[in-house]
Each structure stands twice: as structure tokens, then as C-alpha cells.
């Protein structure tokens, strides 16, 4: 195939040159007065630019994309014809437009009708984008349950890929090392980041929250690879040498431990900016009337914002608990390797994400379930986290209208 | 009356115990509040100074300087100066004359030493015989003389003067001798071996396990520029018109509810599973190359989409609707309205989005792991060539590539991871900079 990028080279000329000669023709029309015209002359030539462009780099990158995913077979027209017809569409878009043009044509009108199509046609690539992750992964997770049955996958209790075939591909463990991690991040950046959040909306001068408000957003901010590093080089060896050893819990620097403090520090500025927005939503009246009845002002807090900001913090710890959940590269670099169920938080353990990673990268071969199996857990990843930001989405939701 | 009710209550001015508790209480509440506060910028300031103390050096990197004949003899026996001829020399050839120079030198300066030759000639980096070649087959003429050139050291010795390595740890490594520490030392005093600004570490390509101390990000660096520019060049505007028609035109219907339902669960979708989506997608079905910074680029577009449209309608938003109203009451039409007065007093805080958006696609790592960004990539990917297309050639990127080296043995590696992390900072920090500059200079508020 030529290269797109000349065809579309080709076509975009063609449009600019439309586009003058349209607003040439309007102009001459009215011989330069442009008060008969029904829009600006600018207008006439965009209605010829969109009509030369837009339906031939549609044509154009629609069909290069469809003949990629289909194959070079399904090419059935040969690549001059089909060059001549992006180079026809072109042309007769061009050419019908400008033969349109006369005093009274409603350019405005039509080169605004060309602007919504593309408008609406960029929101509906969300939903493209949607469609594209759920068949993506459903095709080839049904490609693995095709292979591997999914009982073992759902219900077995061992992960033991093997590349010879006999693996043992189960959720369970990974899920297990998934929650236990996920929960230890919780149990870190809840109370952290939402004192956080209570003791700067309603302790906190304007000098502390001056330096500690944009010292947490950073901590939003940083790269999650970044966190990863500082479990594996920082965070890892220390809780090893001062905690685990000494206790004889293990050996092992990457650990349930090492991932979940990390994740925690993570999540506290994502719980502390959602709990400031809740709590900032809660009218002053509650906690004027609180006070005005003689509370003080941790009491206000406890027994009147906390209730009333109830539903939508716990929506908050649902979207951190996703965010946990589907976190990557600190737990590739902090948590480990081993698929095992074990409570304690010293030992390496793996979770979903960590083996998505570990199955796809490298050598792979898409045909065997070793492989295909990074699917089903993604699927599963995706459903779960989807699930989660709905409830959460919907809590939150609810929760903003009952003060509005 | 009144004794019997002082007696119950007391003094306003003396606390009873309930008031004392519940005053007790608040201080303790307040306690709470400051240490969650202090926890979290301690965890920052811990965080910055573990991944500076580490990442700092790999700005420096310690050189050796020797002087050393190029024998024609050996590097170019017919004397033709054939620069094809010449090509067949390998490293190894170049190596021996290498180790040899320095050898030289030592007796020259007469630094005495009890190791064997080839432990003599390790003190220097296995690139540097690389290095060598490359500056005679750039220049031939230099056959024949003496020249005085610097070459990269060992890690370990590079460890030394970081205070990585030292003798006691020496004694246990098998990979350095105290010995050679010794010979570092006597060269330091010679002012021949020296730690100096170490600009190949931003510049130069990733090098092989066993060369650290020439590993560089130049390739990382580019195909994140790469990916930055796909991501700015197709995010931004499919974004901005997406924005624009949901929050200034869409109907309020079933579709558009379903579509703003759908950005804000996909700006909550983990970005592994977009990096499975674009190993699906454009890399099994559509054939696009792996590893190359145009799929890493668009699928870093998917995901940052949603996070640039939820700030841009939040700015849309904020335009207040007098300007609409004063704009349609002169005859413009909606889209003028919307392209004409709107979206020009929008544009810093879409902007501002965008740019934050940048910075979180700059910095994601785990998708561009799936579609095999974590290859071992030397050669600069060019931004266009006539077989792989745009931005097709293989590439990596800074955030993988700081992957990429921890999971290598060498510890000087961890240097490395650290100070990509630093340069990866720098850049977001930049950005973020950009934005608040933006948002100062032109927001509006009305």
C-alpha cells in the first residue's frame, strides 16, 4: 500500500485548494459584496474542505485500518483501485460542493452540520474504546476456556503455569494475594488520608495548609513507578531487616507488607482529595447548629459531618479500593512472585496484575491457555474494578444531590 | 438555691471533669488530625530523599584518562586505510591494545601493583574498547600516533568513588579486587582518574547487563518524546470536541448518559488493562510493530482521554452562561458561539488539564510492559522511515526503562533506575510548573 500518508497528503491539498476556490467563487458570485451573501465567504469554502476531507479520510483510514485487522487477504480491491477511488471521493466531494456554491446556499449552516458529525463522532469513541477492552478480552478469554476448563479457573486453589501443558491456572491464590494487599493499603491511607482531609478543611491555619496541601497533591502526582522503586530499594529491605528477621517472619523483601504500605502512601492523597470534596459538601448550617448547642468542635465533627458525610466516604474507599485492586507496578516490584494462600504479611505473594504482567511479557505464544490466561484475569480485573466504581459512583452520586 | 446549684455546677472559671474529658478529647482529635497531616509529608520527604541519595551519582560517572599508541600493526595491517577493511577489527583487538595502554601508563607512572594483567585491564569498562573503535574508525588518520583519550571505568570502581564499593566489600566480591581499588587510588593522585558531570547517562543508549556504567536514557527518552507527541496530537483535539459536544450541544438523553457514565468508568479502568487491550488490538489483529512508540502512543491516547475530558467540560462549565447569552443575542450561532467565545476563555484550563493528563501518561508504565516496550533497544528510533512508518521503529520509554533496570543483578543498576527517576521527575515537574503558570497567568474567575 502507499503510504497513508501521502494518499492523505493528496487529499488534505486537494481540500486547501477547495477550500479558496470556494471562497473565490462565493465572493465573485456577489462580485465582492458580501452582504448578499447568506454567510461569510469563509463559510463556502469550508463547506468544500469538510466535503473533500472528511469523507475520504474516512474511507481512507477505515479501510487501511479494516484490511490491518482482517489480514492482506481480505485486500480484494487492488491498492491503485482503491487509491483511485480515495482520490475520486475526494474529488467529487469537492467537486459537487463547489458547484453548490451560489448566493443563497446556507454554508453556515451545512460546514456547522460537518463540526457536530466530527464532535459527536470523537464522544462516541468512549464508547468505541469500551467496546474495544470488553471484545478484546472476551475474545480471547473465551479462547482460553475453550482450552482450560473453568472450573479450575474459578474455583481451583493452585497457580502453577507450565509451559509443557498440565498447568494449573487458578484465580483464587492471586485473588487472595490481591485482596490481602489491597486491605493493608486501606487500612494505611482511610485513617491517614482522612484526618488529612477532616484536619485541613477544619483545623488547619492557612500557613500549614499552605504547605501541606500541594505536598500531598505531589504525592498524587508521582508515578506509580516511582513508588514501586521505593518499595523495591527502600521500603522492602528495611521492613525486612527491622521487622521480619528479628520476628522471624521470613526473609523475603518483597512482601504483602512492602506492597501495602507503599500502595498506602499512594492512596492517601486520592482519600484525602475525595474526603476533602465530601466533607466540604456537607452544609454549614449542620455544623453551626451543632455548635450552637454547645459541641465542641471534634464532637461537630464526629457525631454530625462523619454521619452526614457517611455514604459518600464510603464511596471513597470503594474508588481507592479499585485503584488498589488494579494498581500494577508497585506490586510487580514490591510484592513478589509466589501464588500461595498465607496470612502472613511478611511473605511474598502475588496478585492478578503481577501475573497479567508476567504471562504477556516476553516470549509468548497466543495459542496456549499459559498465555490466553492473562485475559481471563484481565476480564476478571476489569469486572471487578468496574463493579466497584459503579457501587462507588453511584453512592457518590446519590449522596451530592442530598445536599444540592 | 444558688449554693445549692454552685455546688452542682461550680465555677465556670474551674473545669468539672465531664468538660475537662471533653476538652481532653478535642485536643486528642486535633493530635489525630496534625499527625495524619505530618505522616503524609513525612512519607513524601522519605520517598524524594531515598530515590535522590540513590539516583544523584548517576549524574556523575568516573572517567580514566590514558595515553596510548594505536598501532597500525594491529588495527590496520595492510595500511590502506580502508574504512571496510578496517571493520573486521573487533572489539576484542582493541581491548587487548586498551588494557595494554594502560599497563603502560601504570609502569610509566610508576604505580607498582600485584595483580594479574587482566585484572589490571577489568578496571575499565567492557564499553570502552567500543568507544575506542568507534573514535578510530571515525577518524583513521589517528592510526599510527599517540593519543590521550578517557575512558569509561568498571562499575565497581565507579561504585568506589560513590561509595558503593569499598575494600572491605571488595574482599567479598568477585567481580573487583582491592587490588585495583589501589591502582585507582594512585591514579586519582595522578589526577588521571576522576569522577566528573556525566551527560551519556542522558544521551546515550541503554547498555547491556554487564556495562552499567554506560547505560544512558537517550532511546527512553525519545520514544517517551515520541509517544508525548501522539498522545498530545490525537488526545487533544478528539478530547476538546468530545468535551465540547457533551457539555455544550448533547441532548440530554439515554445515549448521552450512557456515554458520560462510560468516561467516568473508563478513567477509572486500571491502566494495565488498556496495555491488554492494545496487545489485542493493535498489536495481534491490526499488525502494528511492537514495541513501537506509535502504539504505545495511542494506547496511552485511550487512556488519557477520559482524564482530559472530565477537567475540559469542568472548564467549559465555568464559562459563565451570560457569554453564551451576550453572544447569541448578537446572531452568532451555536457553533460560533462555542468556537468563537467559549472555548477561547476555556482554553487555560483545558489546557491545564491537558498538560496534567500528559504528565500521567508520561509517567505510566504498566501497559507499555504489554505491548513489549521493555525490549533491549540501542539504536535511536527514527520518528519516521519508509518500512515501520510513524514513530513504528522499536523504542522504549523512561518509566519501562526504570523497570527495565531493576530487574537487572547488577546493583549499579539501582543507581541507574534511580536516576531515570530523577530526569523522569524533572520532566513532570516541568510540566506541572507549565500548568500552574497557565492557570495563574489566564484563568478566569467570575
Same mark, same amino acid.
Given at each position: 500500500m502507499v503510504s497513508l500518508s501521502f494518499l492523505f497528503g493528496v487529499t488534505l491539498f486537494l481540500a486547501v485548494i477547495g477550500f479558496f476556490a470556494g471562497r473565490a467563487k462565493a465572493t465573485s458570485s456577489v462580485n465582492g459584496n458580501f #452582504?448578499? %451573501?447568506?454567510? %461569510? &465567504?469563509k463559510a463556502y469554502g469550508q463547506t468544500v474542505l469538510f466535503s473533500t476531507l472528511i469523507p475520504a479520510s474516512l474511507l481512507l483510514f477505515g479501510w487501511a485500518f479494516v484490511v490491518r485487522i482482517l489480514g &492482506?487477504?481480505?485486500?480484494?480491491?487492488p491498492d491503485f483501485v482503491f487509491q483511485g477511488l480515495v482520490i475520486a471521493i475526494a474529488t467529487i466531494g469537492a467537486g459537487v460542493s463547489y458547484h453548490l456554491?451560489? &448566493? =443563497?446556499? #446556507?454554508a453556515r449552516a451545512i460546514s456547522e452540520r460537518w463540526i457536530m458529525g466530527l464532535l459527536i463522532a470523537a464522544s462516541a469513541l468512549a464508547i468505541v474504546t469500551t467496546i474495544g477492552i470488553v471484545l478484546s478480552m472476551l475474545s480471547e478469554s473465551a479462547n482460553f476456556f475453550r482450552q482450560h476448563s473453568w472450573t479450575d479457573f474459578f474455583f481451583g486453589a493452585v497457580w502453577a503455569p507450565n509451559f509443557r501443558g498440565g498447568s494449573e491456572l487458578s484465580i483464587l491464590p492471586l485473588l487472595w494475594g490481591t485482596l490481602y494487599i489491597s486491605l493493608i493499603s486501606l487500612i494505611v491511607a482511610v485513617p491517614i488520608g482522612l484526618f488529612a482531609a477532616i484536619y485541613m478543611s477544619e483545623y488547619a491555619g492557612t500557613r500549614l495548609r499552605s504547605v501541606a496541601k500541594p505536598a500531598i497533591e505531589i504525592l498524587a502526582g508521582i508515578p506509580t513507578i516511582v513508588y514501586g522503586l521505593f518499595a523495591l530499594i527502600t521500603v522492602g529491605p528495611m521492613l525486612r531487616d527491622f521487622f521480619a528477621q528479628p520476628l522471624g517472619l521470613?526473609? /523475603?523483601? /518483597? =512482601?504483602v507488607m512492602t506492597a501495602g504500605l507503599v500502595m498506602g502512601v499512594m492512596l492517601i492523597p486520592f482519600v484525602s482529595s475525595l474526603s476533602d470534596d465530601i466533607i466540604n459538601a456537607v452544609p454549614q448550617a449542620m455544623r453551626d447548629g451543632s455548635l450552637g448547642l454547645g459541641a465542641t468542635k471534634s464532637e461537630t465533627i464526629r457525631q454530625v459531618v462523619v454521619p452526614a458525610a457517611l455514604p459518600g466516604i464510603v464511596g471513597a474507599v470503594l474508588l481507592a479500593a479499585s485503584r488498589a485492586i488494579g494498581e500494577t507496578m508497585i506490586v510487580v516490584l514490591g510484592a513478589g512472585a509466589a501464588a500461595r494462600f498465607d496470612l502472613n504479611p511478611f511473605e511474598a505473594m502475588t496478585t492478578v496484575t503481577v501475573k497479567i504482567v508476567s504471562q504477556l511479557t516476553g516470549d509468548t505464544d497466543f495459542a496456549s491457555p499459559e498465555t490466553l490466561v492473562a485475559f481471563a484475569l484481565g476480564l476478571s480485573l476489569f469486572v471487578i474494578t468496574l463493579g466497584l466504581n459503579i457501587v462507588a459512583l453511584v453512592i457518590v452520586r446519590k449522596y451530592r444531590e442530598q445536599y444540592e | 438555691m444558688t449554693a445549692h446549684s454552685t455546688k452542682k455546677?461550680?465555677? $465556670?472559671l474551674v473545669k468539672d471533669a465531664r468538660t475537662q474529658r471533653r476538652n481532653n478529647a478535642e485536643l486528642w482529635f486535633r493530635a489525630y488530625g496534625l499527625t495524619a497531616v505530618i505522616v503524609g509529608i513525612l512519607a513524601l520527604v522519605v520517598l524524594l530523599v531515598s530515590i535522590f541519595s540513590n539516583g544523584i551519582s548517576a549524574f556523575q560517572q568516573t572517567k580514566l584518562m590514558i595515553t596510548l599508541e594505536l598501532p597500525e600493526a594491529k588495527l590496520d595491517q595492510k595500511g590502506q586505510r580502508d574504512l571496510d577493511v578496517m571493520k573486521k577489527v573487533t572489539t576484542i583487538a582493541y581491548s587487548k591494545i586498551l588494557g595494554n595502554g594502560l599497563i603502560d601508563q601504570l609502569d610509566r607512572l610508576g604505580?607498582?601493583?600485584? $595483580?594479574k594483567d587482566k585484572d589490571v585491564r577489568e578496571i575499565l569498562s567492557k564499553e570502552s574498547a567500543a568507544t575506542l573503535r568507534d573514535v578510530v574508525l571515525a577518524d583513521p588518520s589517528l592510526i599510527g600516533t599517540t593519543v590521550t583519550m578517557e575512558f569509561l571505568v568498571n562499575g565497581r570502581i565507579d561504585g568506589y568513588f560513590k561509595g558503593r564499593v569499598d575494600r572491605a566489600s571488595a574482599e567479598l566480591d568477585k567481580n573487583v579486587k582491592p587490588g585495583q581499588l589501589d591502582i585507582a587510588d594512585a591514579l586519582t593522585e595522578h589526577g588521571l582518574m576522576y569522577t566528573q558531570f556525566n551527560l551519556d547517562f542522558i544521551l546515550a543508549p541503554d547498555a547491556s547487563d554487564q556495562r552499567p556504567e554506560a547505560a544512558g536514557l537517550g532511546v527512553a527518552i525519545l520514544g517517551s518524546i515520541y509517544m508525548m507527541l501522539v498522545v498530545l496530537f490525537v488526545a487533544l483535539p478528539v478530547g476538546v470536541a468530545a468535551s465540547i459536544y457533551l457539555e455544550e450541544f448533547a441532548p440530554k438523553n439515554r445515549l448521552t448518559d450512557v456515554i458520560e457514565v462510560n468516561i467516568s468508568n473508563l478513567a477509572a479502568v486500571p491502566s494495565i488493562v488498556y496495555g491488554i487491550l492494545g496487545l489485542a488490538i493493535f498489536i495481534n489483529m491490526a499488525q502494528f510493530n511492537q514495541s513501537s512508540p506509535l502504539v504505545g502512543g495511542l494506547v496511552l491516547t485511550l487512556m488519557t482521554l477520559p482524564r482530559i475530558i472530565i477537567p475540559a467540560r469542568a472548564a467549559l462549565k465555568s464559562v459563565p452562561p451570560s457569554i453564551r447569552d451576550a453572544a447569541l443575542g448578537v446572531g452568532a450561532s451555536r457553533m460560533q458561539t462555542v468556537f468563537h467565545h467559549v472555548l477561547p476563555l476555556a482554553a487555560p484550563g483545558i489546557l491545564t488539564g491537558v498538560i496534567i493528563g500528559l504528565g500521567q501518561a508520561l509517567g505510566e508504565t504498566a501497559p507499555l510492559l504489554l505491548i513489549g516496550m521493555v525490549a533491549f533497544v540501542r539504536e535511536y528510533p527514527a520518528a519516521f522511515t519508509a518500512d515501520a512508518g510513524l514513530f513504528g521503529e522499536a523504542s522504549t520509554a523512561l518509566p519501562v526503562q526504570v523497570f527495565n533496570w531493576t530487574q537487572r543483578a547488577d546493583p549499579a543498576f539501582v543507581e541507574r533506575a534511580s536516576g531515570a527517576i530523577i530526569v523522569l521527575l524533572v520532566f513532570l515537574l516541568i510540566m506541572n510548573a507549565l500548568a500552574i503558570f497557565l492557570r495563574r497567568r489566564y484563568e478566569r474567575r467570575w
Open positions: #452582504r448578499l %451573501l447568506q454567510a %461569510l &465567504p &492482506p487477504d481480505f485486500a480484494v480491491l456554491i451560489k &448566493p =443563497s446556499h #446556507r521470613g526473609s /523475603s523483601s /518483597s =512482601s | 455546677h461550680g465555677s $465556670l604505580i607498582a601493583t600485584d $595483580l
